[in-house]
T-cell receptor, first 118, second 113 residues
């Protein structure tokens, strides 16, 4: 257990479904991230939240909708996904001290949610 | 601007032999560098990090990496591979110019008995 918990571990959903991924950390970190990891492709940053405020949206389609109600919880709401959205979705957290000062700490990752869109 | 290149997509070694995973970086500022490991169906785990202190960094599970500014490299090594080391390894660079780190494409380490 890394301190970052993701649920569910596996999710199969149809293209017309709506589902949510959940991430929770109790490390006292104030920055949280969503990454997408597809086979044969580099890790893709999706969203960044610092102190509950979204600071980065890496050109992610609107069918992915993040929510960060507090510094410990992060959600990724999914609707009308496509088969190419099937991937491992990783949540991470870090102690972000502001621009240019987060780089020293590294990230703590969850185990991911394996999403399959059918 | 920052970038990172992992020079090998796959590295294959025999158990008990040394491991070398190569990483080169580019950074306009003093970089922080990291190595992460990902076992199958798991998230990424931090192995070690360099943040402008000692250039030889020791990590978990017997891994270490050396920061060489003149060569812009941060290669990961281990004296003796174990079967449990078989995993995907990611080199990561982060500098003050872009507080979001850049991940390499990963190197798959295969360990033969």
């Amino acid at each position: 257990e890394t301190g970052v918990t993701q649920t569910p571990r596996h999710l199969v959903m149809g293209m017309t479904n709506k589902k949510s991924l959940k991430c929770e950390q109790h490390l006292g970190h104030n920055a949280m991230y969503w990454y997408k990891q597809s086979a044969k492709k580099p890790l893709e940053l999706m969203f960044v939240y610092n102190f509950k405020e979204q600071t980065e949206n890496n050109s992610v389609p609107s069918r992915f909708s993040p929510e960060c109600p507090n510094s410990s919880h992060l959600f990724l709401h999914l609707h009308t996904l496509q088969p190419e959205d099937s991937a491992l979705y990783l949540c991470a957290s870090s102690q972000d001290m502001g621009r240019g000062r987060s780089s020293n700490y590294g990230y703590t990752f969850g185990s991911g949610t394996r999403l399959t869109v059918v | 601007a920052q970038s990172v290149t992992q020079l090998d997509s796959h590295v294959s070694v025999s158990e008990g032999t040394p491991v070398l995973l190569r990483c080169n970086y580019s950074s306009s500022y003093s970089p922080s560098l990291f190595w992460y490991v990902q076992h199958p169906n798991k998230g990424l785990q931090l192995l070690l990090k360099y943040t402008s202190a000692a250039t030889l960094v020791k990590g978990i599970n017997g891994f270490e990496a050396e920061f060489k500014k003149s060569e812009t490299s941060f290669h990961l090594t281990k004296p003796s591979a174990h079967m449990s080391d078989a995993a995907e390894y990611f080199c990561v660079v982060s500098d003050a110019g872009s507080y979001i780190p850049t991940f390499g494409r990963g190197t798959s380490l295969i360990v033969h008995p």
